[in-house]
């Protein structure tokens, strides 16, 4: 077959500087719509256009359950593009700019409040979410495509994930800040969606150009239609237990970001600097994290790494079960703990995906990393859905009062009970059990031994370079 113009085989060696921080970019855009619609659609929805929650719960949840479809189409569809730009890299463009003017879209309310309001968020969020999965798709494609070294894979998530914390920290510190400066109510929360939107093509833009100079791939071959590529998938235990556990425990970070703004109004009573108090807490250690997770990474190998980091997550939301009684300081220390085990949690599954796909191209020799991250965005987007409905349920079985007022309705005492709840136990819940699922992430025992030397800043990538396997 062919090689388009533009493409060129994956590297063994390191990449350059700039295409890390290149790559890196994209995560603005990802971060962004991963957090802030997480963190604000739902109080958007009861606070200020007076939805009750179990509909508004359901008006978050369905538009991102779409993508569930959307995403295997999009990786399949990005798998047989051709173009002078590579397979990836168009999408992250044209994708990106139409991700970053829907978004705006999303809090634009020409209707005001009351059921035409909703309705038209419901649809603004419906498209904001497909042009997402035509980015997103692609992008997370690519690592697999710009190197086939290990430990290269996981320099690349590394920082990713440092530039996705820092736009989590941006976007979700941030943006309700804008939303108070706005006015508050429908006022501030346009400007809000303007300052996010920004932030989007930024991303889309640095990811676009920064990558331009990458290796994009040799196009190969691929399965003939997407039922048998879903079937390859599927059939791909690693990869599927791997999935699996990543799905659910993006339900239990989601809960969590959909509870913040209630948990800091209803449970801190701080509901004007609680939420990105909260955030700064989350996200800021995973900023200074890395380097330990990288040494743990290279001592344990990625998938002990990961369930280490995955019960340091779940502990620190369980903790928080004492939160009413706590002093401010200690609940705020908590968080951060949270954030270091989100941090590793990230950086190893994400590091293991690409992983999956590159061990299934050398079996089957067939180019299939579209389908693959196009499922696992697809389950990531359900995910990351599923957070603030389930959180939304739980607020309309204890008895949330929604308002049209642009601030938080008094709440009983009950009510107050499932916004903690919704904010802790169960989010411990959904990141704890899938763990289990990881005794049957296997792939090759070579593979398996690589696992111990591929993280950035460590001896171990050094001996594993020299072809020598970490104890």
Same mark, same amino acid.
Request: charged fraction near 10%.
């Given at each position: 077959?062919?090689?388009?113009?533009?493409?060129?085989?994956?590297?063994?060696?390191?990449?350059?500087?700039?295409?890390?921080?290149?790559?890196?970019?994209?995560?603005?855009?990802?971060?962004?719509?991963?957090?802030?619609?997480?963190?604000?659609?739902?109080?958007?929805?009861?606070?200020?256009?007076?939805?009750?929650?179990?509909?508004?719960?359901?008006?978050?949840?369905?538009?991102?359950?779409?993508? %569930?479809?959307?995403?295997?189409?999009?990786?399949?569809?990005?798998?047989?593009?051709?173009?002078?730009?590579?397979?990836? !890299?168009?999408?992250?463009?044209?994708?990106?700019?139409?991700?970053?003017?829907?978004?705006?879209?999303?809090?634009?309310?020409?209707?005001?409040?009351? &059921?035409?309001?909703?309705?038209?968020?419901?649809?603004?969020?419906?498209?904001?979410?497909?042009?997402?999965?035509?980015?997103?798709?692609?992008?997370?494609?690519?690592?697999? +495509?710009?190197?086939?070294?290990?430990?290269?894979?996981?320099?690349? =998530?590394?920082? !990713?994930?440092?530039?996705?914390?820092?736009?989590?920290?941006?976007?979700?510190?941030?943006?309700?800040?804008?939303?108070?400066?706005?006015?508050?109510?429908?006022?501030?929360?346009?400007?809000? /969606?303007?300052? $996010?939107?920004?932030?989007?093509?930024?991303?889309?833009?640095?990811?676009?150009?920064?990558?331009?100079?990458?290796?994009?791939?040799?196009?190969? +071959?691929? +399965?003939?239609?997407? !039922?048998?590529?879903?079937?390859?998938?599927?059939?791909?235990?690693?990869?599927?237990?791997?999935?699996?556990?990543?799905?659910?425990?993006?339900?239990?970070?989601?809960?969590?970001?959909? #509870? $913040?703004?209630?948990?800091?109004?209803?449970?801190?009573?701080?509901?004007?600097?609680?939420?990105?108090?909260?955030?700064?807490?989350?996200?800021?250690?995973?900023?200074?994290? =890395?380097?330990?997770?990288?040494?743990?990474?290279? !001592?344990? #190998?990625?998938?002990?790494?990961?369930?280490?980091?995955?019960?340091?997550?779940?502990?620190?939301?369980?903790?928080?079960?004492?939160?009413?009684?706590?002093? &401010?300081?200690?609940?705020?220390?908590?968080?951060?703990?949270?954030?270091?085990?989100?941090?590793?949690?990230?950086?190893?599954?994400?590091? =293991?995906?690409?992983?999956?796909?590159?061990?299934?191209?050398?079996?089957?020799?067939?180019?299939?990393?579209?389908?693959?991250?196009?499922?696992?965005?697809?389950?990531?987007?359900?995910?990351?859905?599923?957070?603030?409905?389930?959180?939304?349920?739980?607020?309309?079985?204890?008895?949330? %009062?929604?308002?049209?007022?642009?601030?938080?309705?008094?709440?009983?005492?009950?009510?107050?009970?499932?916004?903690?709840?919704?904010? *802790? %136990?169960?989010?411990?819940?959904?990141?704890?059990?899938?763990?289990?699922?990881?005794?049957?992430?296997?792939?090759?025992?070579?593979?398996?031994?690589?696992?111990?030397?591929?993280?950035? /800043?460590?001896?171990?990538?050094?001996?594993?370079?020299? #072809? *020598? =396997?970490?104890?």
């Amino acid at each position: 077959m062919k090689t388009p113009p533009g493409a060129g085989s994956p590297v063994s060696g390191p990449l350059p500087r700039s295409v890390h921080a290149g790559y890196a970019l994209g995560s603005l855009a990802t971060g962004a719509f991963g957090t802030v619609p997480g963190l604000l659609l739902l109080p958007y929805l009861t606070d200020t256009l007076g939805v009750a929650a179990g509909l508004a719960a359901l008006l978050v949840l369905l538009p991102k359950a779409w993508d %569930v479809l959307v995403n295997p189409v999009a990786g399949r569809i990005s798998d047989r593009t051709r173009s002078r730009w590579g397979a990836r !890299r168009p999408y992250l463009l044209v994708a990106g700019i139409a991700l970053a003017a829907l978004f705006a879209s999303i809090f634009a309310a020409p209707f005001g409040n009351g &059921p035409a309001a909703a309705a038209y968020v419901a649809f603004a969020f419906l498209a904001t979410a497909t042009a997402f999965a035509f980015f997103q798709v692609p992008y997370v494609a690519m690592p697999a +495509e710009l190197t086939d070294d290990h430990a290269e894979r996981t320099r690349l =998530m590394t920082w !990713r994930i440092a530039v996705l914390a820092l736009a989590i920290l941006v976007s979700g510190a941030v943006a309700p800040l804008v939303v108070s400066a706005g006015g508050d109510g429908v006022a501030g929360h346009r400007w809000m /969606g303007l300052f $996010v939107a920004v932030l989007i093509a930024l991303g889309a833009l640095g990811a676009f150009l920064g990558t331009r100079s990458a290796p994009t791939g040799t196009v190969g +071959e691929s +399965e003939p239609t997407l !039922r048998a590529q879903l079937a390859v998938a599927g059939a791909n235990r690693p990869f599927r237990a791997l999935l699996i556990c990543f799905v659910v425990q993006s339900a239990g970070v989601a809960t969590i970001l959909a #509870g $913040v703004n209630y948990f800091a109004g209803q449970i801190l009573r701080d509901e004007q600097s609680g939420p990105t108090l909260l955030f700064v807490c989350f996200v800021g250690p995973a900023l200074l994290v =890395m380097p330990l997770w990288s040494r743990i990474g290279a !001592r344990l #190998g990625k998938r002990t790494a990961l369930v280490v980091a995955s019960l340091i997550l779940a502990a620190g939301a369980l903790a928080l079960v004492a939160a009413s009684v706590l002093p &401010p300081v200690a609940v705020y220390l908590v968080v951060a703990l949270i954030g270091v085990g989100y941090a590793g949690q990230q950086v190893f599954a994400l590091s =293991m995906l690409p992983d999956c796909i590159a061990h299934e191209t050398a079996r089957t020799g067939r180019r299939q990393a579209g389908v693959f991250t196009g499922l696992w965005t697809a389950g990531e987007t359900l995910g990351l859905a599923l957070g603030p409905g389930i959180y939304g349920l739980v607020l309309q079985l204890s008895g949330y %009062v929604s308002s049209d007022t642009g601030s938080a309705a008094t709440q009983s005492d009950t009510a107050r009970l499932g916004v903690l709840l919704g904010f *802790t %136990v169960l989010p411990a819940l959904l990141i704890a059990t899938p763990i289990l699922l990881l005794r049957q992430y296997t792939l090759t025992p070579a593979t398996d031994r690589l696992d111990h030397a591929v993280v950035l /800043g460590t001896r171990a990538v050094d001996r594993h370079e020299k #072809g *020598t =396997m970490t104890p």
